[in-house]
């Protein structure tokens, strides 16, 4: 069982930066994939970024490439999620998650782990 605690949330104004943590429980952190997601009211979680066991992969989706960046720090049992040029639509809560099976890396079903989520919320 591996636990996922976020990090990081926070008001910022349209156009800021926020950092998201999620540290992970487990030694063997290192052979998950990660994804974070996100879950804005009345709608349904929605993939934002994820990245491979080893580091050396990510993706995106097409609303926050360019502006965010996940990376990953194995001997931290760590994932981030580096958050620039904020906007208003990014306002949700978001969730760290641990990849558990085949299913493609942007379908919330392919995580087994989850985090409590942390709430980002950008005025204008």
């Known amino acids: 069982q591996v636990q996922l605690v976020e990090s990081g949330g926070g008001l910022v104004q349209a156009g800021g930066s926020l950092r998201l943590s999620c540290a992970a429980s487990e030694r063997t952190f290192n052979t998950y994939d990660m994804g974070w997601f996100r879950q804005a009211p009345g709608k349904e979680r929605e993939f934002v970024a994820t990245i491979n066991r080893s580091n050396d992969n990510a993706y995106y989706a097409d609303s926050v490439k360019g502006r965010f960046t996940i990376s990953r720090d194995n001997a931290k049992n760590a994932v981030y999620l580096q958050m620039n040029t904020l906007k208003r639509e990014d306002t949700a809560v978001y969730y760290c998650?641990?990849?558990?099976?085949?299913?493609?890396?942007?379908?919330?079903?392919?995580?087994?782990?989850w985090g409590q989520g942390t709430q980002v919320t950008v005025s204008s």
């Open positions: 998650a641990a990849r558990l099976t085949p299913r493609p890396l942007r379908d919330p079903r392919a995580y087994g782990y």
